[in-house]
């Protein structure tokens, strides 16, 4: 059974730090490219990072560029995404994803996604 399962989340201040992690099992991942998506409460769901099978390959959201940092551990099967400086629009629950292409993982069309972790960035 294919798993993606976040953790690292949790309730932190504005400009602070906090590193979110995914790890993937019931298959190889190594040749898809895997993201990070956040959904606050009320809104729809939103792009926020994503990083290429080849791990060369990053994207990132105009509103997270500069302050997080989405890289994939050395296996392949675990993805992270280091945020700092966290701004109370920050909050909301951070969703995993893997899908086969770069593209796919950006416009939403995901093969595999985890239930989410909460960040909750206080002012």
């Known amino acids: 059974q294919v798993q993606l399962v976040e953790s690292g989340g949790g309730p932190v201040q504005a400009g602070g730090s906090l590193r979110l992690s995914c790890a993937a099992s019931g298959r190889t991942f190594s040749d898809y490219a895997m993201g990070w998506f956040r959904q606050a409460t009320g809104k729809g769901r939103e792009f926020v990072a994503a990083?290429?099978?080849?791990?060369?390959?990053?994207t990132y959201a105009a509103s997270v560029k500069g302050r997080f940092t989405i890289s994939r551990g050395n296996a392949k099967n675990t993805v992270y995404l280091q945020m700092n400086s966290l701004k109370p629009e920050d909050t909301a629950v951070y969703y995993c994803?893997?899908?086969?292409?770069?593209?796919?993982?950006?416009?939403?069309?995901?093969?595999?996604w985890g239930q989410g972790t909460q960040v909750t960035v206080s002012s």
């Open positions: 994803a893997a899908a086969s292409t770069l593209t796919a993982v950006v416009q939403g069309m995901h093969d595999y």
């Open positions: 990083i290429g099978w080849n791990i060369g390959s990053t």
